[in-house]
């Protein structure tokens, strides 16, 4: 029989998409080795499946207290969720409920979302929980910029102490493949690329009338093996709000203007890849090396950041300019990426429903014995259609493994094309010429008089 | 046995995402139903699968020349195209090379991709056949915002003739549900995702030396039924500089000036809902109308786009000002809820394919005889696992069906989980307590028999 290739290889998405959103799944999925762990809690509060993310036991801190990052599951919706917690908190935070609920309401895509803040004792202490969104697969810039070994099931601690630290050679390769040039150097669109995204970040921050404190390369996830999809979130908001516990009388413009300071910091560093280039006395040294590599426009960008008159993000457009359009053909074009890819899988959900249907009727034991539910008639068709679909052989004999054949086998089933087929029984003494459209019906009664049966009181959701 | 239901039904992709693509694939499937088009040639030089688009018979026109449009398969890749079919064209096309080149370089999201361009002999007359990618399940500007019944297969004749014919009422329902105001007026923020869309695409034309020449509703596809998902994409393009015949002294900078008018009149047609309003006599009274429902901002664009002086694209940008940050965090969203949606999908591929594995081995007859397949050992056990997957039944003797059962089950044996469980025999004399470890060794091992007697010399494709 002939092979036919196309179906097949268009079915399933391609290339390094598909590995990234698998390993992302497999990542979410991890079961925790509770023997590894034996102090962790079965529950906090209403998260259970408490799973740490920083196994390498780096004592983090921030400010003076010590930091832990879980994986944890909503234990109503089932949402995955990453759990911040920092450890011997003692002080209440009602004052603070207006600041977390307007930190909670900022939903943006390159932000972490902030879903919960509370204080439990789940740890045996009193600890400060702050709930994100979780992105698995993704690691600190400080990680993927610079070194560090610190990820852990590909995240990372975005508090880690030890930014120095000797990196696997693997991301060091990838590192250099995929984000910069041969010379270790960031591409100028990935700057673009990030500047665009952590600016509208922080545009709708403070149009919010808050400020991040504290931006710095740990505190941006970034997520996405290949530049023209990496999207950066800023990660960890609100902590610093509650933790250096000076919102009293704040002065948000001042924030802000750090940010603004900050901000430019973090692209001086990526562009010269250096932490100490953004010391204070060598600021104006590293922007005058960065005219090597980069154009004007971005050291008119960072230049302006670190000015010292009053900045707003506003003023950046401009800058931009039409790397807008850049950015916005290469997220449009993802995303059409994705919805071909999508279009093709959905079809692998429906062709698996219709399996699911046939196995839960074909060789179906129990009504052995009962004679309207003996294998003739429509079971016996669908008996025939599973071997005409699973166990062809060639002409010599040999078993005949084509997954083109199955999946449009099964299209036409779905479809009920009216194509007709020859069924043999096994003897080969029958030959039975039956359209798709028939077995079809074949397999919508039987399938209902399987569910009918089970469906006294149970709910039937194989449908 | 209690039923699990979350896990099911965050297995697929959910709401009308899921809907708008499947109906995409099947439209893009429909077949021809030759018997209504005895004269289609069922070759098109590279060209099959030859299905017309526009079935209601308008005679389309442009300039003189009638024209048709069709979905077509390209032979060796398989993709499906848009042909667009230019009737009795009787010049050769070979001083236009250059110009055909650069339209094809042109790759942009909001623009349709033009393949190739070539005369045709197939529709027994001399047709000049222009190749586009093809965007199921999208209309043009034209039918989605006024009247028209020219849709066919979700896709409509770029060219129609006849736009005030009436509309189907569940088009003009969805379109006042979803993307206007209450008074029948678009919203503004629609109106600036659409410029923002056509300007990027207007100014990669204009920067590669081209102009579009006659834009217009009828020439730019919407696809997407929710607002924030509209994609516009330019379309037809290149047919013009052809069929004009004026490009041996081409001005492209007057050409590129009355696209910018077009693009003027194309917004304020929208914002004013009707044709007339763009009549050279009634524009500034059109734009002043504007003022009741739109902000000056948008106002101020469309009047410059319309103004006399020389215009250019860029001179959009700060008009557009922050909303290009509107429009990104819009797209990212979107793609976000792909990819969410995409990885759940992706794991049904995984499961689909294991079931196929399954398939293969379970009952399979040819190898009854021989003493070294007969259903014990790993068959054996696998069967028993068939039985455990699809043939459970409830304390009561009736059938138990549940998706999420399956699901889990197939997912702790593509995982090679340590969990075992008990297998009963048929008679229920036998019970085997094994793990999903064992069990998938089982599967690889067994799979991988069928295999290698199948591939003496065929490919294997089911792995």
């Not at 603070?96 to 803040?117: G, M, T």
């Not at 992105?135 to 990372?156: A, I, M």
């Not at 600021?283 to 050291?299: E, F, G, K, P, V």
């Not at 669908?382 to 060639?394: A, G, P």
Request: with cysteine; net charge negative.
């Amino acid at each position: 029989m002939p092979s036919v290739e196309s179906p097949t290889a268009s079915l399933y998405a391609q290339d390094d998409l598909r590995r990234d959103l698998l390993h992302r799944n497999a990542l979410s999925m991890a079961s925790p080795d509770s023997d590894r762990w034996p102090d962790l809690p079965e529950n906090v509060e209403d998260y259970h499946d408490v799973y740490p993310l920083d196994i390498f036991g780096h004592s983090s801190k921030i400010l003076t207290y010590s930091t832990s990052t879980y994986r944890a599951t909503h234990s109503k919706t089932g949402e995955k969720c990453c759990l911040k917690r920092i450890h011997g908190f003692r002080q209440t935070i009602t004052k603070y409920a207006p600041l977390i609920e307007a930190w909670k309401k900022i939903n943006h895509p390159n932000i972490v979302q902030l879903k919960d803040i509370f204080i439990t004792k789940a740890f045996n202490d009193s600890s400060l929980i702050f709930i994100y969104n979780y992105h698995p697969d993704s690691e600190s810039l400080q990680t993927r910029h610079f070194n560090s070994h610190e990820t852990l099931n590909g995240y990372n601690d975005p508090f880690s102490s030890d930014p120095n630290a000797p990196r696997p050679y693997s991301h060091t390769k990838n590192a250099i493949l995929r984000h910069q040039h041969s010379n270790g150097l960031l591409s100028e669109n990935t700057l673009w690329n990030y500047t665009i995204q952590l600016s509208g970040a922080l545009r709708v921050i403070h149009g919010s009338g808050l400020a991040l404190r504290s931006l710095c390369l740990n505190r941006v996830l970034v997520t996405g093996n290949v530049n023209s999809r990496a999207r950066l979130r800023i990660n960890c908001v609100a902590i610093m709000d509650i933790l250096l516990n000076d919102m009293a009388s704040p002065n948000i413009i001042a924030f802000q203007q750090e940010d603004m300071s900050d901000f430019g910091k973090l692209l001086l560093a990526l562009a010269c890849r250096s932490l100490i280039a953004v010391h204070q006395d060598n600021l104006l040294t590293s922007i005058d090396l960065m005219a090597r590599s980069y154009s004007s426009d971005i050291r008119h960008l960072i230049r302006y950041l670190l000015g010292s008159q009053r900045r707003h993000i506003t003023d950046l457009m401009p800058m931009i300019g039409a790397r807008f359009y850049t950015q916005l053909d290469a997220v449009q074009n993802h995303s059409d990426n994705l919805e071909t890819e999508l279009s093709k899988e959905m079809e692998n959900g429906r062709l698996l429903r219709l399996l699911v249907k046939l196995g839960s009727i074909n060789e179906r034991p129990e009504f052995n014995l009962d004679p309207a539910w003996s294998e003739t008639g429509d079971r016996y068709m669908l008996k025939l259609f599973r071997d005409y679909l699973f166990h062809q052989v060639t002409e010599e004999g040999r078993p005949w493994l084509d997954m083109s054949h199955i999946v449009q086998t099964l299209n036409k089933l779905d479809s009920g094309s009216s194509d007709t087929i020859c069924l043999y029984s096994r003897d080969e003494k029958t030959i039975l010429v039956v359209s798709y459209q028939e077995l079809k019906q074949c397999l919508e009664q039987s399938f209902s008089e399987v569910a009918s049966a089970a469906a006294t009181d149970d709910l039937v959701k194989a449908e």
